[in-house]
Nanobody, 127 residues
Framework: QVQLVESGGGLVQPGGSLRLSCAVS????????FGWFRQAPGKEREGVSC?????????YYADSVKGRFTISRDNAKNTVYLQLNSLKPEDTADYYC???????????????????WGQGTQVTVSS
C-alpha cells in the first residue's frame, strides 16, 4: 500500500519559515511526480507546487507562492520537501502531499491527476 506521511507543519509568525516533509513508502520516487496542495477552511483544495519524475525533474509553482516556496526531492531518503519562506497569513491551510503516475511535466495542477494522498499537516501563520 502506497503511503505518504506529511510532517513539519505548525504555527509560525508572518515572515517566518517552515519545511514540510513527505515521507514516501511502498514505491520509489523516481517514477512519480509529487505535489503539494493546500486547503484553507471554507475553500477548495488548490495546487501549490509540484515536481515531475526524475526523468523530467521540472517544477511548478502557483503564482501565489512563486519565489517563496521551494519543492525538492531526496530520492535516497524517499522524501519530498516543501520549503516555505516569507510566510503570510493567507498561507494558513492544511497542506497535503500527493503523488501522480500521470504527470509527465510539471504544470498547473489538476486534482484528478493525483492518485495518492497523505493525511495533511496544518500550517498556521499568525502573530
Amino acid at each position: 500500500q502506497v503511503q505518504l506521511v506529511e510532517s513539519g507543519g505548525g504555527l509560525v509568525q508572518p515572515g517566518g519559515s517552515l519545511r514540510l516533509s513527505c515521507a514516501v513508502s511502498q514505491f520509489t520516487l523516481d517514477d512519480y511526480a509529487f505535489g503539494w496542495f493546500r486547503q484553507a477552511p471554507g475553500k477548495e483544495r488548490e495546487g501549490v507546487s509540484c515536481i515531475a519524475s526524475s526523468s523530467d525533474d521540472s517544477t511548478y509553482y502557483a503564482d501565489s507562492v512563486k519565489g517563496r516556496f521551494t519543492i525538492s526531492r531526496d530520492n535516497a531518503k524517499n522524501t519530498v520537501y516543501l520549503q516555505l519562506n516569507s510566510l503570510k497569513p493567507e498561507d494558513t491551510a492544511d497542506y497535503y502531499c500527493a503523488a501522480s503516475p500521470w504527470v509527465v511535466h510539471a504544470g498547473p495542477m489538476v486534482l484528478k491527476e493525483w492518485d495518492f494522498w497523505g493525511q495533511g499537516t496544518q500550517v498556521t501563520v499568525s502573530s
